[in-house]
């Protein structure tokens, strides 16, 4: 292999943060096993093969496939049959026999599909690019129709056959197979197909890749086998790049956040409290020894960054915590720019808040040179404490020290905070009165009038928003009829729902608002209310 290079720069940004490590974890274990194709492949007929075909023949498919896309698979099936008989010396025979397979299949007809799809492999099987998707295929109707053990025969048939295995479909069937051995708590099988995934589509099927990379993280994290996952993506030709070596460490650490975050991942057995304690103690004297590559990539707040964030938020080491921070800190002093190192100080403050080190947090914002922002920092740990009336005392602090961009920011959350924490609905309005920024202090104005009973008042400002602001419209003339329905004022608020129904046809309130009519019995009709039993 060449190392972590052919994952590429998009990768590199996929693997990213605690963000996109969710959507892949989510991706990768939560899908349904029949759900996903490689984003690589289409049933719709290339263009080089599409030049193929005579005028009668692109007629006839044309008219299939037309049906295809306009979702009536059962008729597209038979005029794909149709293609087989009135075209049989064509030179995409193998593709119109494949298509009627796969149409039945979208028609539902799985088992009918199934001998459609064994023809393509009995007569065409050396014609790849219709064979291998008629065995991915057939084995997805397998699975579909409950017969897992042939299922996956077919997808293994179509991984381990050399003039398929890498077909972009092959990754999908690799997918599942891993998937399978997986959840019959047999990883190192699972591995084995996870490789072969980046091994066989690392430069082709991104999606794919990715998801595979992220499951042989979790599996090096749960097995405290770095050294396996660092050997399979490097060589000796990219073992000592900072870079590679830096995408390593990021990837793990990303991955572990998720890992432990999501407890009910699938493991061989649920893991005790010392157990996970155990792991992550091991992932972070691992992680420890990659600050060198961090280093020498440039990139030393990358590493205090994420090794914090699992001292504060998985590990009870406030000595080992404790000395990082120190050293973070160290770090931070020596950029000459005063504005990023106000930046890094906020991150740690943050950490810290979340994993409750509160002392700590403290410490950190008196190394702040931005008086206003450390005030503002400070304001977020007391309320990260439950200290609200203090937080809205800090704040108040914050709006006098004659920074204008912290001033704003506080005078709005103070706001927010009267609105959603103290119940003190006139003084938030007071302030969105003061703040005078519509259409948003009217919405935030508007709640405090619901929160206080006062529904007229609550409409009004509704009704306000509606006239004078056209992009929010549609959004205040729905709230209007949802307030009205809660408040069971069923004639207005159905009188509210049409008005939205009507008046704002193209926006998504529509929806809704038909909904809400329909659920009184009303069905609109070109504006017109028919009334059903």
């Known amino acids: ?71 009536s698979p059962a008729a597209s099936a038979g005029e794909f049959e149709k293609f087989k008989i009135q075209f049989p010396d064509s030179t995409q025979l193998s593709y119109a026999l494949f298509m009627r397979g796969y149409a039945l299949q979208e028609a539902k ?24 998707p008629a065995l991915y295929f057939m ?13 996956l025969q077919s997808m293994k048939g179509l991984v381990e056959n050399k003039a398929y295995q890498h077909h972009p479909l092959a990754a999908g069937a690799l997918r599942r197979l891993a998937d399978n051995h997986w959840s019959n708590k047999e990883p190192d099988e699972a591995v084995k197909y996870w490789r072969q995934t980046v091994r066989d589509f690392g430069q082709t099927n991104d999606t794919e890749r990715d998801l595979a990379t992220a499951n042989l993280a979790a599996y090096a994290i749960i097995n405290k086998d770095y050294a396996g996952f660092e050997n399979f993506y490097l060589d000796d030709a990219s073992r000592d790049k900072p870079d590679n070596r830096r995408w390593i460490a990021s990837t793990l650490c990303d991955r572990a956040q998720v890992l432990w975050n999501q407890r009910n991942f699938d493991r061989k057995k649920v893991p005790t409290e010392k157990e996970m304690a155990e792991e992550v103690t091991a992932f972070n004297n691992w ?65 810290c808040r979340e994993g409750r080190a509160f002392e700590r947090a403290r410490l950190l914002v008196g190394q702040m040179s931005d008086p206003a922002y450390a005030m503002y920092k400070e304001s977020e740990i007391l309320g990260s404490e439950g200290k ?7 704040l108040e602090s914050v709006e006098a020290s004659g920074n204008p961009f912290w001033a704003d920011r506080a005078v709005n959350e103070r706001a927010r905070i009267y609105r959603e924490v103290l119940n003190k609905q006139p003084e938030a309005i007071a302030l969105y009165e003061r703040i005078n920024k519509p259409p948003g202090t009217l919405w935030g104005i508007q709640e405090c009038y619901k929160r206080m009973n006062k529904l007229p008042q609550a409409l009004g400002t509704l009704t306000e928003i509606e006239n004078l602001f056209p992009t929010d419209a549609s959004r205040a003339a729905w709230q209007r009829a949802v307030y009205l329905n809660e408040a069971g004022e069923k004639k207005q ?41």
């Open 1 to 71: 292999m060449s190392g972590p290079q052919p994952l590429g720069a998009t990768a590199e940004r996929a693997m990213r943060w605690r963000g996109v490590a969710f959507f892949l974890f989510t991706f990768s274990f939560l899908l349904s096993i029949s759900s996903v194709q490689a984003t690589t492949w289409s049933w719709e007929l290339p263009p080089d093969r599409y030049k193929k075909l005579d005028p009668f023949e692109r007629a006839q498919y044309d008219k299939a496939a037309k049906l295809l896309k306009s979702a």
């Open 287 to 351: 992680f420890k020894t990659t600050q060198p590559w961090w280093q020498k990539a440039n990139d030393e707040w990358g590493y205090y960054e994420r090794q914090i964030y699992v001292l504060t938020h998985y590990m009870t080491d406030k000595a080992q915590r404790d000395r990082s921070l120190d050293d973070s800190v160290g770090f931070i002093r020596k950029m000459p720019d005063k504005a990023q190192q106000n930046e890094r100080f906020a991150r740690l403050i943050d950490l």
């Open 388 to 394: 609200w009336d203090a937080v809205a005392k800090k």
């Open 139 to 151: 084995g997805v109707a397998r699975l579909d129709n409950g017969d897992t053990l042939k299922g």
């Open 493 to 533: 608020a159905i009188a509210a729902a049409r008005h939205v129904a009507i008046a704002y046809k193209a926006a998504p309130e529509a929806g809704a608002a038909h909904t809400m009519l329909e659920g009184f019995g009303i069905h609109l009709v070109g504006g017109e209310s028919e009334a059903r039993e």
């Open 109 to 132: 007809q799985r088992n009918t599909a199934i001998k459609v799809y064994q023809e393509v492999l009995d007569y065409f099987g050396d014609q790849v690019d219709d064979a291998a």
